[in-house]
C-alpha cells in the first residue's frame, strides 16, 4: 500500500510561485502513472497534471499548460508541482495520487491512494 503526503501549500499573491511536493511511503512510486488534481469550493475534482513512471511523458490541463510543471524524483520517491504565475482561480486543495493501471488519464477515477491534500491560495 503506497501512502502519499502533498505539502508545499500556502497562501502566495498572484503572479507568485509554489511548488508542491508528494512524497510516497510504502512502494516506490516508479512503477506508476503520478498525477496531481484540484478541488475548489463547490466543485469537483479535476485534472491538473500526470507524468508516466518510465520515460517522464507528462500530460497538463489545458489550462495550465505553460504555467506548471510537473516531476518527478524516483530516488527521493517524490513528484513535485511547479507552479509559476499563479492567479486567484488557482485557488484550491491540491492531490496527488497515482494511477491504477499504466494507462490511467485524466480521469480521477482512474486514481487511487490519495493524499490528505495541500491548500493553494492565491489572493488578488
Known amino acids: 500500500q503506497v501512502q502519499l503526503v502533498e505539502s508545499g501549500g500556502g497562501l502566495v499573491q498572484a503572479g507568485g510561485s509554489l511548488r508542491l511536493s508528494c512524497a510516497a511511503s510504502?512502494?516506490?512510486?516508479?512503477?506508476?502513472?503520478m498525477g496531481w488534481f484540484r478541488q475548489a469550493p463547490g466543485k469537483e475534482r479535476e485534472f491538473v497534471a500526470r507524468i508516466r513512471g518510465s520515460g517522464g511523458t507528462t500530460t497538463y490541463a489545458d489550462s495550465v499548460k505553460g504555467r506548471f510543471a510537473i516531476s518527478r524524483d524516483n530516488a527521493r520517491n517524490t513528484v513535485y508541482l511547479q507552479m509559476n504565475s499563479l492567479k486567484p482561480e488557482h485557488t484550491a486543495v491540491y492531490y496527488c495520487?497515482?494511477?491504477?493501471?499504466?494507462?490511467?488519464?485524466?480521469?480521477?477515477?482512474?486514481?487511487?491512494?490519495w493524499g490528505q491534500g495541500t491548500q493553494v491560495t492565491v489572493s488578488s
Open positions: 495520487a497515482h494511477g491504477r493501471t499504466s494507462y490511467s488519464g485524466t480521469d480521477p477515477s482512474d486514481y487511487v491512494n
Open positions: 510504502g512502494r516506490t512510486l516508479s512503477l506508476y502513472i
